[in-house]
């Protein structure tokens, strides 16, 4: 209900979840309560889903996305970069919009507090 609740709010184009949560992404794609997703992209294992194009997995946008003209960086540090929703003790749960910049300082402050070195990254 949470998530419904946000995605409302939100509006998203695309879907993007984990294989094992791909019963319920194709619940949400069935109520077509969502008109806004246009594409469901799956992490991990691809969907059978018998959906066509509607249902691909991350290395398949990978693999499309090979070979295509070289695109200029867009430079937009102030742009939203994810919608982080607040648990809504006080009330219904709040989308808070973080920007390019605001992700890059608490990662970097992140780094710097827990002390990752590059032994640290898979």
């Not at 809504?88 to 990662?107: D, E």
């Amino acid at each position: 209900e949470e998530a419904a609740q946000a995605l409302e709010l939100v509006r998203p184009s695309a879907f993007i979840f984990d294989g094992a949560y791909s019963s319920w992404a194709l619940r949400l794609m069935e109520s077509q309560s969502f008109s806004s997703i246009c594409l469901y992209i799956t992490i991990g294992d691809p969907v059978n889903t018998g959906q066509g194009a509607n249902f691909v997995s991350v290395d398949h946008v990978k693999r499309s996305c090979r070979g295509t003209a070289e695109m200029e960086p867009v430079s937009a540090p102030r742009d939203v970069a994810l919608i982080c929703f607040t648990s809504g003790t006080t009330g219904q749960p709040k989308g808070v919009a973080i920007s390019h910049t605001s992700l890059i300082i608490q990662s970097l402050a992140k780094i710097a507090v827990v002390g990752y070195g590059e032994d640290d990254v898979c």
